[in-house]
């Protein structure tokens, strides 16, 4: 049973940057599709950015996080990173880390994932 623990969340001013991180415990976190998601208050879960296992190591990132951030991993910690850059108030949201372990599938979709982490909250306010 794979477990998700996200952390690195809180306030940052617009312009600003931030990372998050997702530590994955409890099974081999390197053979798991990782991604991260994003919810704001009456909207819909989007998907930001998403990176293979570390056989193939390919990455993907939804269209508001294209050239601001970027998804990595780092296989001795069982850590997935998501950095974030040039914030703007429109990414005020609690980002959730999820991962499935099926390398066939890469992508977005949330229902894709089976793993799921409690979120962090990222405020970017002046």
């Known amino acids: 049973q794979l477990e998700l623990a996200e952390s690195g969340g809180g306030l940052v001013q617009p312009g600003g940057s931030l990372t998050l991180s997702c530590e994955g415990t409890?099974?081999?976190?390197?053979?798991?599709?990782v991604a991260w998601f994003r919810q704001a208050p009456g909207k819909e879960r989007e998907g930001v950015a998403c990176i293979h296992n570390v056989d193939h190591g390919w990455t993907t990132y939804g269209d508001s996080a294209k050239g601001r951030f970027t998804i990595s991993r780092d296989s001795a910690n069982n850590t997935v990173y998501l950095q974030m850059s040039n914030l703007e108030p429109e990414d005020t949201a609690v980002y959730y880390c999820a991962a499935h372990g099926f390398s066939a599938y890469f992508s977005l979709r949330p229902q894709e994932f089976d793993y799921w982490g409690q979120g962090t909250q990222v405020t970017v306010s002046s």
């Open positions: 409890g099974e081999h976190f390197e053979v798991y599709v």
